[in-house]
């Protein structure tokens, strides 16, 4: 069984066809212009490997190789994919790309794609909302800092520790 989904420049899914719908187990209806490709990849397999992907698909006409995805039941899919890059006439009769094709195949082998430490750490960044928690934590430091300065016992170290917790 094969898949093929069109999606735009931004990964709005455009197209799909019944291989789509039964291998991911969504309904067409569900998805087309209402939710982007990645919704079938794990989040640090899109962090750490579909960028290059689509750049390899843009530079060389095509991207090949093996994932996993998730299907609508939560379930693993091993593939093989291949993206391509698709393209549209402009009102200048100019060749523009307008997204992407991807092809998958349902293959039988445990495909295992690794993630570098490096996403990881992107990936918790992104969940703790850290640059947002480190905005949070700056204007109590600059007034723990003033009142430890004034030095009239106004500062507690517990008390601002706890102000954390």
Known sequence: MKSVITCDMEGVILTMNKGAEEIFGYDKNELIGLKRVSIFSPGEIVLQ??????????????????TYFINKNKSKINAKIKITPTYSKNTSNE?????????????????????????????????????????????????????????????STPILVSSFF
């Open 49 to 66: 490997n579909v960028a290059n992907w689509l750049k390899t698909a843009v530079d060389k006409g095509e991207y090949n190789g093996e």
């Open 95 to 155: 060749s523009v790309q307008t997204g992407y094709c991807g092809y998958t195949e349902v293959i039988d082998k445990n495909v295992n794609v690794p993630i570098n430490f490096s996403t990881k750490l992107i990936k918790g960044l992104a969940i703790t909302r850290m640059p947002f928690t480190s905005a949070s934590i700056f204007p109590v430091m600059i007034v723990a800092c003033y009142f430890a300065g004034i030095g009239d016992n106004l500062f």
